[in-house]
């Protein structure tokens, strides 16, 4: 089972914009916590952004506040983060999931195939 497809990733240049999205397949959305996070080679997933089920309340990592934006459609069954303003330091594969609540969230083990974010001049 593949609970969720990320997809949008791609090759930007530094200051460049994406737009990810990230699609339940087999189940609805609404009434779960989401987020998005990324792993870059050698290093450990982190934490990048947070969105509640009614997609009210939001969250970032500090390197990212201003540059991304998380929002939600549960009409479309699809999260997405917007990135603007893209550094180096972004780089790395970009997953989404979700849960309950945050708590939960943020507590999640079990990861999708993601979608490459690759920032390069």
């Known amino acids: 089972q593949v609970p969720f497809v990320e997809s949008g990733g791609g090759l930007v240049q530094p200051g460049g914009s994406l737009r990810l999205s990230c699609t339940g397949s087999?189940?609805?959305?609404?009434?779960?916590?989401m987020g998005w996070f990324r792993q870059a080679p050698g290093k450990e997933r982190e934490f990048v952004a947070y969105i509640s089920q009614s997609g009210i309340s939001v969250n970032y990592t500090d390197s990212v506040v201003g540059r991304f934006t998380i929002s939600r459609d549960n009409a479309k069954n699809t999260m997405y983060l917007t990135m603007n303003s893209l550094k180096f330091e972004d780089t790395g594969v970009y997953y989404c999931?979700?849960?309950?609540?945050?708590?939960?969230?943020?507590?999640?083990?079990?990861w999708g195939q993601g979608t490459q974010v690759t920032v390069s001049s």
């Open positions: 087999g189940r609805t959305i609404d009434n779960l916590a």
């Open positions: 999931n979700a849960a309950v609540n945050r708590r939960l969230l943020m507590e999640r083990k079990t």
